[in-house]
């Protein structure tokens, strides 16, 4: 077995041992959806179970507060299986409270977060004049430049 299976393994056999212990949260699966993907590694899905989110209070619990508004992440590895993408869709709960649906988070070879996007629903672009935010993260560590969309349409850019 590959060291990033293995590793891959154990990681949702804890956060299982975790979710059983009383957390708000349930990992279901955690699957390989493509063995050969555009980065020329595998794509994994992992699918969640959020209980009890109609209290406020049992989300808080969570183990991990992350994946309590996350409903799907989908991870992209390159060849030498490192992270290069990963997608998360949002729950229902969480999408009806802010207005973001998904987000698309991208990284370097050293693992550095360089770009995230964030997409949003209709009636919270109709509100806000954005359907799509993109931020671009400085990897000197300065400040990062956001840009929102409307649709393909440039809305606003840093000067």
Do not use: W
Not at 39 to 50: H, M, R, S
Not at 136 to 154: A, F, M, N, R, V
Request: hydrophobic share 35%.
């Amino acid at each position: 077995m590959k060291r990033s299976s293995l590793l891959f393994a154990v990681c949702l056999g804890l956060l299982t041992l975790v979710c059983a212990a009383g957390s708000a949260v349930a990992a279901v699966s955690g699957k390989v959806v493509s063995e050969t993907n555009e980065y020329g590694g595998k794509t994994i899905e992992k699918v969640y179970v959020v209980k009890d989110v109609k209290k406020s209070k049992d989300v808080k619990k969570a183990t991990d507060a992350r994946k309590a508004k996350i409903e799907k992440d989908i991870t992209c590895f390159d060849g030498k299986g490192k992270k290069i993408k990963v997608e998360s869709l949002y729950t229902e709960q969480h999408t009806a409270s802010t207005g973001a649906e998904r987000r698309i988070a991208y990284f370097d070879a050293k693992g550095e977060l360089i770009k995230m996007e964030k997409y949003f629903v209709e009636s919270y672009a109709k509100l806000k004049g954005f359907d799509r935010m993109i931020v671009y993260y400085d990897l000197k560590k300065k400040k990062p430049k956001t840009e929102y969309y409307l649709g393909s349409k440039l809305i606003k850019a840093p000067k």
